[in-house]
């Protein structure tokens, strides 16, 4: 066992005697210890009860003959950090998890480990941590909030998303003070994560998709005893992946990354998924090109209409038979690899065999989707020549393709100030730049000037363009990532205000009207600005991370 080097002979007699100082006996330092990464904290709802299922997990380890040993790792609230300096460090958080995860698990050499996370970065890290080390590893999420009721309309769901778009409807005369503070006590009504289809359930349910957690991992809601019940079944099972040495590589393989690429597809997932599958990708030692994004996105139909996108939140979702129901649907038309291993030691055909979606109007026919093709598209062109994302399943249709003029801000504060001052008109295409990896630096989510356009009543009539990223709330005609970033040059810091800008969603082109020759006599002209942050972790960050097509990695 890996644990060995640790606790075996005459040489590690400090060694154990350092660990029978925590209390474990000859019998539990001899057994298989299992190392346990707890993203727990007082400062995130998605994490508040992580203790719980931890327990759950230990209690699962201890079942099956093996010694549970946790350990703690940071994580950042992103709508808590939404909108301030606090966003820089975000994205910029997902590497730190991955590297504290990796130090731990080499320092005390875990012979397995189960993963415990459930928001946004922390679940990528955590992915990208279980890559590296390569040893059996597992995950079990925290599972999604449930969503809240409209204070006025007890049939409506509402959730995070709509408390920020309240915002922008307080700003421009459609709601008053009173309504916003109803609506802000009933949007996050328990522990999870936020209840949409946002950036943290998409992680957790292609965590699923991929095979790295067991069925039920990314939907089963956060307050049902269901999760505490597959907490327990997680710790069991990781010491089943440890006896038939089931490790990273043999589930996250190429098939297995097309098969979580489609299911994105078929749910409509945040955007943020292409960062992270990209950069779990390059952990796993497998090429992942944005133009294959496309091509999965043109073969697979959007079958789940889940908020921002749609009336329906992960709770109906898992009503309706959860990922695997998904997976299934897809697997009828053999739009899976179903030969891929995953984490209940068995293949993904295997595990389908008895599923069936129990509510078709949630998991809609594969013959009768919402859209005939995937929830995300990948546009080139002059204004974005290695990329940009676009959630297109959550734009509405008259804004698929679109052309008109630019209003350039040089950072977000500046352009949510002009959409809540009225100074953007229907038709404008808001262009937010230098927020990119490096310049950001960090990528910040533009959550907020996003849901103003929203709340403002421009949703279906303006477009926003940025090198930066969007949450999974964000809904409309939001394309997020543009490469290269403007801190690099890239030709989004040549934009004029009023150029002209055009977006086809279904040609996945987005181009600005200027000749190549005036781009290049502009970029010639231009000076890149002085970094936004000068010192500690993000200046370095700035320093070595990559363009948000590679997935911003630290190289």
Not at 32 to 37: E, K, L, N, S, T
Not at 58 to 68: C, D, L, V
Request: aromatic fraction near 2%.
């Amino acid at each position: 066992m890996r644990s060995h080097i640790a606790t075996k002979g005459v040489q590690r007699a400090p060694h154990r005697s350092l660990m029978k100082a925590l209390g474990l006996t000859d019998r539990e330092i001899g057994q298989p210890i299992i190392g346990i990464a707890n993203a727990a904290n007082e400062l995130i709802p998605g994490h508040m009860h992580l203790d719980t299922l931890v327990a759950a997990v230990k209690t699962g380890i201890s079942m099956a003959g093996g010694t549970p040993m946790e350990f703690s790792t940071i994580g950042v609230c992103d709508g808590i950090a939404m909108n301030h300096a606090g966003m820089h460090y975000s994205l910029a958080s997902r590497e730190l998890i991955a590297d504290s995860i990796e130090v731990t698990a080499m320092a005390h050499p875990f012979d397995a480990i189960v993963m415990v996370p459930n928001c946004d970065k922390i679940v990528p890290g955590m992915l990208m941590a279980a890559a590296r080390l390569n040893i059996p590893a597992i995950f079990i999420s925290g599972g999604p909030m449930l969503a809240g009721l409209d204070p006025k309309d007890h049939t409506r769901k509402i959730d995070l998303v709509s408390v920020f778009e309240a915002v922008g409807a307080v700003r421009s005369g459609r709601m008053d003070e009173t309504d916003l503070a109803a609506v802000e006590d009933c949007a996050c009504p328990t522990c999870g994560s936020c209840a949409g289809m946002f950036t943290a359930n998409s992680m957790n349910c292609l965590t699923e998709a991929i095979g790295m957690a067991l069925p039920g991992n990314g939907t089963i809601p956060a307050p049902m005893s269901r999760r505490i019940r597959l907490a327990k079944q997680t710790g069991v099972q990781i010491m089943t992946l440890l006896e038939n040495n089931i490790t990273p590589d043999k589930i996250m393989t190429p098939g297995a990354f097309l098969n979580a690429l489609t299911v994105d597809m078929a749910l409509g997932c945040s955007t943020n998924t292409v960062l992270h599958l990209t950069a779990i990708a390059h952990e796993a030692g497998i090429p992942l090109d944005l133009s294959l994004i496309n091509q999965v996105s043109k073969k697979t139909p959007h079958i789940c209409s889940l908020s921002p996108g749609g009336p329906d939140h992960i709770q109906d979702l898992d009503r309706a038979g959860g990922i695997q129901a998904v997976m299934k649907a897809l697997s009828d038309h053999q739009m899976m690899d179903g030969t891929c291993l995953t984490s209940t030691g068995n293949t993904l055909d295997q595990n389908l065999k008895t599923i069936v979606v129990k509510d078709a109007k949630v998991i809609r026919p594969v013959t009768d989707p919402y859209h005939q093709h995937g929830g995300l598209a990948v546009l080139f062109g002059n204004l974005a020549p290695d990329g940009c994302v676009v959630k297109q399943s959550a734009v509405v249709e008259e804004m698929l393709v679109h052309q008109g003029p630019a209003r350039v801000f040089d950072s977000e504060e500046a352009a949510t100030d002009a959409i809540l001052e009225g100074r953007i008109n229907p038709g404008d295409v808001v262009v937010i730049r230098y927020e990119g990896p490096s310049g950001g630096p960090g990528m910040r989510e533009m959550l907020t000037p996003t849901s103003a356009i929203a709340g403002m009543g421009l949703g279906a009539s303006c477009a926003l363009i940025t090198d930066g990223r969007f949450s999974g709330g964000t809904k409309g005609a939001c394309i997020g990532h543009v490469s290269p970033e403007a801190a690099t040059g890239g030709p989004i810091a040549a934009v004029a205000e009023n150029d002209i800008i055009t977006i086809d969603i279904p040609a996945k082109t987005i181009d600005l009207a200027v000749p190549e020759k005036e781009m290049q006599q502009r970029l010639t002209r231009w000076v890149k600005p002085e970094p936004k942050i000068t010192n500690g972790y993000m200046a370095r960050y700035a320093r070595q991370v990559s363009s948000a097509a590679q997935g911003a990695i630290i190289q």
